[in-house]
């Protein structure tokens, strides 16, 4: 049979047509479809995955504003800030990073701090070519050492950054205060848009109060990045609005010499101008570095601070409750003058002691066998006791507290010290509340002289003074005394809320002053011969505070005691007494009479600003200007 018979050639490239025209269609549909979907993301979808693209290759940061500037009155610098030099390291560049870490260790002094917790940020979820620091604050020999065998260090950076610097910071930690890492808590109450970039925010002191003002506000910047997220150029940027300058009340002289006037000592200072109620020096001794805690403070350093006797961290002068003593005998003199407790011309026998009726307990004077015959002014000149147990017995608790409520005890009457404690000025419902019990006759006793349950603050025995130089005028504390630029410091300064204490009688502010003035250069002044020689006229009041209490039968022997059982030593006081500039309260813990420890000190601080300061203008707040603090 012929082969062809088998072969139907028709048959076949009609079937190669058909597979063919599908084929074509299938092709057809094809492009078509791919056509239309490259229409539709490039026409219809256009926007959409351009904003894809540019996010993926735009990026947003964050830049922090520097933080704005502390000046003293006289524009001595102080707080700054200034750059700060750290080693950070590259992952993704870092070839091996034990040994990488182990040759870094023999350049730079590392401790075991840095590396635990540069190991515990390296294990946090973070993308590859992000820095980790490793060492903070390289001096100008390690930055050095490092230089010279950076080649040998793949992914070892030196990145800066400007951090909080006080360049006298010994003296002004516990005024200032101090910034510090910004921690869990804290992120959860500030604005997270406006911290963005931001590693410090004010931990205490001014610092804290005045966080919003100082901080500023955050800028940006576009920057293009390649597919790892790594910055290539920055395409724009706004720049942030840096912080604001504040020019404080406090002189830096005068603060260095309350410093030096505590030096081996434990205690606070506290001066007020009482005209504008700004506080000239804000001094708890001993102080610490505050620079210590801005990058971060070691465990050792820490611990050193935190279990010395003499608690270095311990504001003294904002925190420090203690009893006033003596110390609180002219405001005691004001209330008993004006709630006809007592007047000028009253006059008792001092035999020594106190006694409330026949047979009772006995409390005794500071003098052995008393002071005889004495008023009010005699009282207040010489410390008299007993005196003012025999007032206090007659004011009672009630018109006490309503007195001393209005001198600023029992509250933190400061307008922006951050921090301080409202001390303790006690009641009827107080005691009650407390202790569950009434309140005794003997209570007020131990009240009429600073004693039993009443605590104060040196800032609030500053204050009480500062209102008697002022005759009763009212004006709050407080350490602003402007800001650079357009602002007012009234703007950011709380609402003052105290009103004027008037009395029936204001020629009682007079009487009150004039004994006060008996004390410092009265014949039987008990603080006379620390105003010995002095060319103006100072009023004051010295007090001793017990921290201990005796037996009715044991006598003080400061000999016997040891060193931080004796009594604290106290002074209060103003001057010059017919124009106060300055008032003053001294506490010197453990210094035992405040005629011999405490009124001195005084008495140096009323000489340098009245004397060694007189006539030295103040300067306007301007920016980057630093003066010296003279020798």
Known sequence: ???????????????????????????????????????????????????????????????????GLIYDRNNTLLAENRPVFSVTLVPERVDGMDDTLGQLGTILDISEEDLERFRRRLQEPRRPFQEIPLR??????????????????????VSAELVRYYPYSELTAHALGFVGRINRDELQRIDPVNYAGTNYIGKSGIERFYEEILHGRVGYQHVETNARGRTLRVLERENPVP????????????????????????????????????????????????????????VKDYRELSESNDKPLFNRALRGQYPPGSTLKPMLAVAALDSGATTREYTIWDPGYFRL?????????????????????????????????????????????????????????????????????PSRDWKRA????????????????????????????????????????WVEPRLLKGIKGDHPADEYLPEETHEPLRLKNPGDWEYVVESMVEVMHGRKGTARGAARGAPYKMAGK???AQVFSLAEDEEYDAEEIRERLRDHALFVGFAPVDNPKIAVAVIVENGGSGSGTAAPVARALFDAWLLDYAGQAEGALVSGVEAQVPN
């Not at 019990?437 to 009443?454: A, C, K, L, T």
């Open 136 to 157: 903070y604050d390289l001096n100008e020999q390690e930055m050095a050492r490092l230089a010279v065998l950076r080649h040998e260090l793949p992914g070892v950076e």
């Open 243 to 298: 912080g604001e300058d504040l020019q404080l009340h406090l002189d830096l002289r005068l603060q260095q010499r309350a410093h030096e006037l505590l030096a081996g000592r434990r205690g606070a200072i506290v001066a007020i101008e009482p005209a504008t109620g700004g506080i000239l020096a804000l001094a708890s001794v001993p102080g610490f570095d505050a620079n210590k805690f801005v990058t971060g403070i070691s």
């Open 1 to 67: 049979m012929p082969w062809g018979e088998f072969k139907d050639t028709a048959a076949e490239r009609r079937l190669f047509q058909r597979r063919t025209l599908a084929m074509l269609v299938l092709v057809v549909l094809a492009i078509g479809g791919l056509l239309a979907r490259m229409y539709q993301l490039q026409v219809v979808e256009h926007d959409v995955y351009t904003t894809l693209s540019d996010k993926n290759r735009v990026q947003v940061q964050s830049v922090p504003p520097p933080r």
């Open 357 to 425: 009726n026949a047979g009772g307990r006995l409390w005794r004077d500071w003098k052995p066998g008393g002071h005889g015959w004495v008023d009010l002014k005699d009282a207040v000149a010489e410390s008299c006791d007993v005196y003012f147990y025999e007032m206090a017995v007659e004011m009672g608790v009630d018109t006490m507290y309503s007195y001393l409520s209005r001198f600023g005890f029992g509250e933190d009457a400061a307008l922006d010290v951050s921090g301080a404690l409202s001390g303790l000025l």
């Open 434 to 473: 407390v202790k569950n019990e009434p309140w005794y006759p003997g209570d007020s006793v131990n009240f009429g002289i600073g004693q039993g349950f009443m605590l104060a603050t040196p800032l609030q025995l500053a204050t009480a003074t500062a209102l008697i130089a002022n005759r009763g005028k």
């Open 542 to 544: 010295t007090g001793t």
